[in-house]
Every structure is written in C-alpha cells, then in structure tokens.
C-alpha cells in the first residue's frame, strides 16, 4: 500500500496535489475542488493509479512527457 498525502499546490491556492510514495517513488495528481479526502485518495490510488504521474518534490515537477 502506498503512503498518500494531500498538499497544497505551491502556486495556485485553487489546487492540491495527491501525491503517492510507494516503493521509494513518488506519484502525483493535481486536484481542484471539490477537494478528495485522505480516504478518497487512497482509492483513486487503488482504483487509477495511471492517472497518477512520476513526480519529483525537490523541483515540484511532474517527470516525463504526457
């Protein structure tokens, strides 16, 4: 199971990002409202985890190209 975590979006205070650390990696989504609960993220994560992206807290960037 991986460790979520909702936090605010560091530019924007309309957005949050769900981010997913599992396996030493760290996954991402960004959310608008209606804002998920901590419980509601979790199953998105179970659920669609391709919607999350590879994500790199250090910069605040997503990985990679979509």
């Known amino acids: ?8 979006h560091p530019t924007s205070v309309n957005h949050k990002i769900v981010k997913a650390i599992s396996r030493g990696r760290v996954y991402a989504v ?8 901590l419980e509601e993220a979790q ?3 179970r659920e669609d985890r391709k919607a999350f992206r590879p994500f790199d807290e250090t ?3 997503y ?3 979509r």
């Open 59 to 61: 910069t605040g960037r």
């Open 1 to 8: 199971m991986a460790h979520i975590e909702i936090v605010q």
């Open 43 to 45: 199953q998105w994560w």
């Open 63 to 65: 990985l990679g190209g």
């Open 30 to 37: 960004t959310t608008a409202e209606p804002f998920p609960s």
